[in-house]
């Protein structure tokens, strides 16, 4: 009995102990929980909540309306427009930074001199203000005085109106969006190539993987599974978010041409002041959110192999 008692001693310490530790941990987490209680989680709801009434700001009345918001949704055009924009911009912006990042970072960790240099010029753009860059785009997509369209009537080609064209504005959008991503792939595959092991580089070139295309193939593109799966969802997520561009440069015109979802709901709950309808809008745009990461992971988390 006394070494049956002394057994049950150190596993009764060693439960009292976890329980101890996860105490601990739980009140080290409880302010970061409280925020996001506060700011993400309640918001959520209120946001579902509003979706369901006809809410406007500055009326002190307010009537549920069930599923009218959502209804109406798949008849205004405006709204259908703004999401078909959104969807040509992230199938145009999110895989070519995706490309372009990799292809940065690999000619930056190839290259032996200026290092530092390059990660910065290529980083500055994600640090940059696009409202303050907002007057060097406008001046370099200017029809008549902007410098892309000088160099095109070089070759005898003439420019059109960028950002003041339906049939163009987006496309101009899309390469501004670009130009903001790239450097911020870049830095995460950057960081992703250096975590691969040397040895695994030297293994293949014995193994008969002689140049370096063979060698990417085999060792760098299989051990940026991790990474690039990350930088595929961030990079979609930050497509489908894109505002700022839009708002400085274009305003959602010309006739609607360049006006995306986030645009469309800000419209909406600042301007017109239809907080309901507008929280509507955003709760089929956090649902495309959800349903956007969760396929991705499931399609992509397959193909990923992990250290």
């Known amino acids: 009995m006394a070494s049956i008692a002394a057994t049950s001693l150190p596993i009764q310490t060693a439960a009292a102990r976890e329980r101890s530790e996860a105490r601990t941990a739980l009140l080290f987490a409880l302010p970061a929980i409280i925020l996001i209680v506060l700011f993400i989680i309640v918001p959520i709801i209120a946001v579902v909540v509003l979706g369901f009434t006809d809410f406007q700001l500055g009326d002190k009345s307010l009537r549920f309306v069930a599923f009218e918001n959502y209804a109406h949704l798949l008849k205004d055009r405006a709204f259908i427009k703004s999401l078909w924009n959104t969807a040509t911009y992230t199938a145009i912006v999110a895989p070519v930074s995706i490309v372009l990042g990799l292809g940065v970072a690999l000619l930056i960790e190839s290259e032996g001199i200026g290092r530092s240099f390059f990660r910065t010029a290529y980083f500055l753009p994600v640090a940059s203000l696009i409202v303050a860059m907002a007057t060097v785009w406008q001046y370099l997509f200017h029809p008549t005085i902007g410098p892309i369209n000088a160099l ?3 070759i005898g080609v003439r420019g059109p109106n960028w950002l003041g064209s339906s049939a163009t504005a987006l496309y101009s959008l899309s390469i501004i969006g670009v130009w903001q991503s790239v450097g911020f792939n870049m830095v995460l ?3 992703g ?3 691969i092991p040397r040895e695994l580089y030297a293994a293949a070139e014995v193994d ?4 370096s295309f063979d060698r990417f ?3 760098t593109w299989p051990m940026l599974g991790p990474t690039t799966l990350f930088v595929t969802t961030i990079s ?3 497509a489908v978010k894109v505002f700022d561009t839009v708002k400085a440069l274009t305003d959602g015109g010309p006739n609607h041409a360049s006006e995306v979802l986030l645009f469309t709901i800000y419209q909406e709950g600042f301007v017109y002041l239809r907080v309901g309808y ?3 809008m955003t709760t089929v745009f956090l649902a495309i959110l959800v349903a956007l990461t969760f396929l991705q992971y499931r399609v992509q ?3 990923v192999h992990y250290t």
Request: hydrophobic share 55%; charged share 15%.
């Open 208 to 211: 008969g993987a002689k140049s």
């Open 217 to 219: 193939l085999l060792v």
């Open 301 to 303: 988390d397959r193909q």
């Open 189 to 191: 595959f950057l960081a």
């Open 278 to 280: 507008a929280s509507a």
């Open 152 to 154: 095109l009537g070089e």
């Open 236 to 238: 979609i997520i930050n």
């Open 193 to 195: 190539l250096t975590a």
